[in-house]
């Protein structure tokens, strides 16, 4: 069974910090990249991070680049998004996806997603 599954999010205070991690198993790992979406209450889905399985590279979108970090654990399976100093505007229900591709650019965030995680909350309080 084909699984990704999201942690780490939670309630935190504006300038904090979270990490998230998205837990892959059921599937050729090693052949797809992992992008991190967000959608905010009353807002559509927007494209956060990605990240190449073949090569490593990443992308971010604006509104998070210097905030954030995506980084894999490979041996793990794992794929993780530092989040720091937080804004309120932040607050989301965030997703992680799988994607056939070895590329990491913003075109990634219009691709039909392979798979899906359920997704985590993350709350910022001003």
């Known amino acids: 069974e084909v699984q990704l599954v999201e942690s780490g999010g939670g309630l935190v205070q504006a300038g904090g910090s979270l990490r998230l991690s998205c837990a892959a198993s059921?599937?050729?790992?090693?052949?797809?990249?992992i992008a991190w979406f967000r959608q905010a209450p009353g807002k559509e889905r927007e494209g956060v991070s990605c990240?190449?399985?073949?090569?490593?590279?990443?992308y971010y979108a604006n509104s998070v680049k210097g905030r954030f970090t995506i980084s894999s654990d490979n041996a793990k399976n794992t794929v993780y998004l530092q989040m720091n100093n937080l804004k309120p505007e932040d607050t989301a229900v965030y997703y992680c996806?799988?994607?056939?591709?070895?590329?990491?650019?913003?075109?990634?965030?219009?691709?039909?997603?392979?798979?899906w995680g359920k997704g985590t909350l993350v709350t910022v309080s001003s």
């Open positions: 990240i190449s399985r073949s090569d490593g590279m990443t």
């Open positions: 996806a799988a994607y056939r591709s070895p590329i990491a650019t913003i075109e990634v965030f219009y691709y039909d997603m392979d798979y």
């Open positions: 059921g599937f050729t790992y090693e052949n797809y990249g």
